[in-house]
């Protein structure tokens, strides 16, 4: 898989540019805006998203958590919220919690750790006392 330290050393140019440039952060030349972009074509470049998460502390990521997915009422629901994550290029992860406070606490759990920038909860509303440290 080809880095940007590969693209730098075809374009001529040094990763930092490479980098900035494809992040939109800088313009550049036209000649080395080209040299960038036919490397990136030939070396079938393709971002690290872990990394760039890792870097900027966001992951574009969302979390749904919701009841039951057989429930047309919230399979509509999801269907619209990641419509509308998508339109944002956003992701989302999808969760059914069967309507159980353990898995829904698994789940907030889950997506915690996997450090998502929001999560929408449609809660079972047996108890919100799984909840608190996480609302915390």
């Not at 749904?64 to 919220?81: C, E, F, K, Q, T």
Request: net charge neutral.
């Amino acid at each position: 898989m080809a880095t940007i330290k590969d693209i730098a050393s075809l374009a001529e140019v040094s990763p930092a540019t490479v980098s900035r440039f494809l992040n939109g952060q800088i313009t550049v030349r036209e000649e080395t805006r080209r040299r960038i972009e036919d490397a990136v074509l030939r070396l079938n470049y393709k971002p690290n998203y872990l990394a760039r998460s890792l870097v900027l502390k966001e992951t574009q990521t969302i979390g749904v958590i919701i009841p039951d997915i057989l429930n047309p009422y919230y399979s509509s629901l999801a269907r619209g919220i990641e419509d509308e994550a998508q339109r944002a290029g956003w992701s989302v992860v999808l969760c059914n919690s069967d309507n159980r406070p353990d898995k829904e606490l698994s789940y907030l759990q889950v997506l915690e750790y996997k450090h998502v920038d929001g999560i929408i909860l449609v809660s079972s509303g047996r108890s919100g006392d799984h909840l608190k440290h996480i609302l915390d």
